[in-house]
């Protein structure tokens, strides 16, 4: 397969920094002057399929970088960005993060719209995220938490049988 | 006050607040003094609508909380199902959080991130952080996006656009950065043993393993199969990494054979004037400080011996003293024997008193003047 971003790294193209886990280069197609990818060294596509420590290791990266960029460039602001999936606008099939330096009118702008959304969409918004968020940490459960009522009372009962065949036999 | 109601400016509205018009005339200044950082960052604390969100004064729509980060969704989305997570504490930017909490954020937002994919049946998501008013922060509290993102939304926002860049400039930023960054990720660099090693060339390689015994034992007892503990030993591949093997294989095996002194000869002849000029240079320093330190050892010496023969005459005049005293009036042949036999016997004494201590010749000198 054919990826641009590992194709930087082999070729080492405008590369800034690289440890064994993480490659940070200047952007092919900047959308600023002082643009900085920062890449996983190994091919993955999406931000879910990183393993945690170097997603935390490259996030650690970009803050460091995002600090260079800031008195390199004399900027007076930075965006840290992740465009994770096809719709998100991901151009590359490789996990990227993209460190950007702002300035005042540098033709860039971040603020979007808001959208309008009602009370009840948003409550039900809250309750279905909500509840995936409850797994954050945790491995979700497959088997669902009813199969162990069924077995206490089957438990019950055999005790119940047991108690009186008891009963009956003196 | 009232006497300085005449001189007062009453059109406070030109200023932005009623401190910074008094401030202007000096009449505060006694009473209040200038804030300083602390006390700058609890009053944007107290003014934070986020840490107002997070202490429960505002109301919120809550999705995850755990005891460092608290996630709700955003009043004024950019889609549906647009999260906002942020530390409890109150960092302003990223650059002033610690890294622990940047580690803990971020490990959070994939989890949010994975989440929301699968409560909202998307495809993406957008991460996106803002450090400073200009890049689009509107609250002084550090937050993470994480925005929910379908085909066709409506959201481009984040579609990065492309502008052309020099070349030359590009080549300029790449060194810039470089040399910046190989200082500010130097501890990640050490972590991962990636700081020197990589520096270092041939020669200095050479030079360290023989001026390192261990290593270099260690390399010639496994002088045979090399290329493969090298390849098994992370730090040791690092330093290898790029290195004519075959060529230091060489050098070792010749050191090991007690040839050291041909292979740096050998290494000499080969090397650049550079180096022969180095060299030369730091034989002449290791001349010259021997020959310094043989001088000084030279006047030591001499000191020693001045007080050895000052402490011989004496010695000498002491005990003949003393041979006096204690025989007084006998044959004067008989004593005159025996300083002579003193005399001659003079030189063995004196050569057992010169291994003894200074202080022990003190305590014998002050013995013979009781």
Redesign the interface.
Known sequence: MNCPVCDIMDNEHFVIYQDKFAVAYLSQDPAVEGHVVIAPRNHIPILEQVPGEILEHLFIIANRISISVFELFNAQGTNIIVNNGIPAGQNMPHFSISVLPRKENDGLNFRWAPKQISEQDMQGVLGKVKDRCDYIGHEVPKQAPVVVDKKEELVVEEVDERIKSLERIP | MKHLGGKLDFNLLKYNNVWQALNKYNIIFCIMPELTNEEKLSQQKEQCIFCQVISGQKPA????E?NKVV?I?D???????H?LLMPKEHYSI??L?P?DL??HI???S???????????L????????????????QIPHFVVHI?P???E?G?????????N?DTN??LE??K???G???L??QD??AE?G?LKEAEISEEELINMIKSNLQLRDFLLKNIENLETVVNANPQLEMMFRGKNVARIKEVILSSGEDKQLEAVGNLLKGKKVNRKEERAEILKEIETGATEETSEEKALREKLSVKKNEERVKKAKFKKKGNDSEEPENNDGESKFKNSDDASGESDSIDEESETDLDDIANLLSGGNA
């Open positions: 729509l809550k999705v995850y755990d996630a969704l009043i004024g989305p950019a889609n549906k199902g999260v990223m650059p959080m890294e940047i580690r971020f490990k959070i994939k989890g949010i991130s994975q989440a929301l994919l699968k409560a909202m998307v495809s993406g998501t957008n991460l996106f952080i803002a450090n400073g008013g200009i890049a689009g922060q925005i993102r379908e085909k939304d959201v481009d926002i984040f579609d990065l656009r492309r502008i860049v400039v590009m930023l790449q810039a950065l470089q910046n960054l190989h500010k990720l990640k660099l991962q990636l």
